[in-house]
């Protein structure tokens, strides 16, 4: 009976042992945006890192309604008041520019977030191809995000042409 209780003893210890490890293995980074190009637009971006996924997480107001372009762009610096000393999508790859699920991609290339009646947009979405890391090629710790004034064509190279630049934040871990 003594051996029983101490197995299980020992195996509740070891589940537990594990959840704090995965909870360990989750790493975060934040951007705070700050409005550009004369906008509005403020938010908060999360990157949580699990395994091989970046859980994107956030609320971004002040915007116009309807799809805007979202991406990771190579330079943490949003000292430009229109945002433009970012420098291009991040893309270690050298890929052409594409949406946040093809095959072929930027790194930085997440797409459009929607913006409601009120300007605001919810922010929930996975990605892979990037990390929230420092040290890796694709890593983002360090880069800014952008939120652009208009749609992401998905085609367009580099830019997806989806217009000025209206807010910017820099990637912190």
Do not use: W
């Amino acid at each position: 009976m003594k051996k029983s209780v101490l197995t299980v003893a020992c195996g509740a210890l070891l589940v537990a042992g594990c959840a704090g490890t995965q909870e360990q293995m989750e790493v975060s980074a934040v951007a705070l945006l700050q409005p550009r190009s004369g906008s509005s637009v403020t938010g908060t971006v999360k990157f949580t890192q699990i395994g091989d996924v970046i859980r994107i997480t956030g609320e971004i107001t002040g915007h116009t309604k309807g799809p805007k372009g979202f991406h990771i762009h190579e330079k943490g610096d949003c000292s430009d008041d229109k945002g433009m000393s970012t420098g291009g999508h991040f893309n270690p790859h050298k890929h052409k520019h594409g949406g946040p699920y093809d095959p072929v991609k930027h790194a930085g290339d997440l797409g459009n977030l929607v913006f409601n009646d009120q300007g605001v947009s919810k922010i929930n979405f996975t990605v892979g191809d990037i990390s929230v890391s420092r040290d890796t090629p694709n890593g983002i710790i360090g880069r800014a995000v952008i939120v652009h004034a208009g749609v992401d064509d998905f085609t367009t190279d580099p830019t997806g042409n989806a217009g000025g630049r209206v807010a910017c934040g820099v990637i912190q871990g």
